[in-house]
């Protein structure tokens, strides 16, 4: 799976994941087509610690791997149950946005529009003071996407409060055991709203074992919220450029 970045000062091709079969004929493969672009390197943007020593191996001093980022691994049924002490700061949180008499329901194609006047709204706040927010282009996309794919491969929910959209979420299957949650987005100025949303979400999701729920972007107020939810591991991503 080949990504192609075009721009003022950029001009590549870069595998987005590694090859599902990592022989020595790979790196054959991978080679010629990297000098067949003329480019001194190519990079593989996500690789999953299962694959780091199977690249080392056939590319030897060709590749270089360096550590991306941890994600945040959790048990659905864990993080929607919220029992014991561990949880306590969450479920106050929830509380106090369940006051409002939030409505969390799935989300369909004539509810996009609000969910992107919602998010244009949230990039104008979050994104002045945020130089790290860079998932606005493929959550604009996912949004739009609501409706083309069957509802089992795209989920998405939305929650209003007075019949209005102050958040949205959305995840996916990785495969049977395992969902992605890869969008969470909510309105600024409603106290546990977001921890509200999270949970929620979760509790969609508890047909699954694991849900991986991204990294923290080594941001330490991002980090702090989600260890409050007590994740059950972590994900080592590794970036490998040939």
């Given at each position: 799976m080949f990504q192609h970045i075009t721009g003022k000062n950029s001009n590549r091709i870069d595998l987005v994941i590694p090859p599902?079969?990592?022989?020595?004929?790979?790196?054959?493969?991978?080679?010629?087509?990297?000098?067949?672009?003329?480019?001194?390197?190519?990079?593989?943007?996500?690789?999953?610690?299962?694959?780091?020593?199977?690249l080392r191996n056939i590319?030897?001093?060709?590749?270089?791997?360096?550590?991306r980022e941890n994600e945040y691994l959790y048990d659905p049924n864990v993080v929607f149950r919220l029992e014991g002490?561990?949880?306590?700061?969450?479920?106050?949180?929830i509380?106090?946005?369940?006051?409002?008499?939030?409505?969390?329901?799935q989300m369909e194609k004539n509810d996009v529009p609000a969910a992107l006047e919602m998010l244009g709204k949230w990039r104008s706040l979050q994104g002045r003071k945020n130089k790290f927010l860079l998932d606005w282009g493929y959550t604009r996309a996912a949004l739009n996407s609501i409706g083309d794919f069957d509802?089992?491969?795209?989920?998405?929910?939305?929650?209003?409060?007075?019949?209005?959209?102050?958040?949205?979420?959305?995840?996916g299957p990785i495969n049977q055991n395992t969902a992605c949650f890869f969008v969470a987005k909510t309105v600024i100025g409603i106290d546990g709203l977001s921890e509200y949303l999270r949970w929620k979400t979760f509790g969609m999701l508890r047909d699954y074992k694991l849900v991986n729920d991204?990294?923290?972007?080594?941001?330490?107020?991002?980090?702090?919220?989600?260890r409050k939810f007590r994740p059950l591991a972590m994900n080592s991503v590794y970036t490998a450029t040939i």
């Open positions: 599902s079969t990592l022989t020595s004929e790979t790196k054959t493969y991978l080679s010629r087509v990297k000098d067949s672009l003329n480019q001194s390197e190519m990079r593989i943007l996500w690789v999953d610690s299962s694959d780091v020593l199977h590319f030897r001093d060709d590749i270089h791997i360096e550590k002490g561990m949880f306590r700061d969450i479920r106050k949180k509380n106090r946005a369940t006051r409002k008499n939030p409505i969390f329901f509802t089992g491969d795209l989920m998405a929910w939305g929650v209003e409060v007075e019949k209005k959209l102050v958040g949205f979420s959305m995840a991204a990294s923290d972007l080594n941001i330490d107020g991002l980090r702090q919220y989600k």
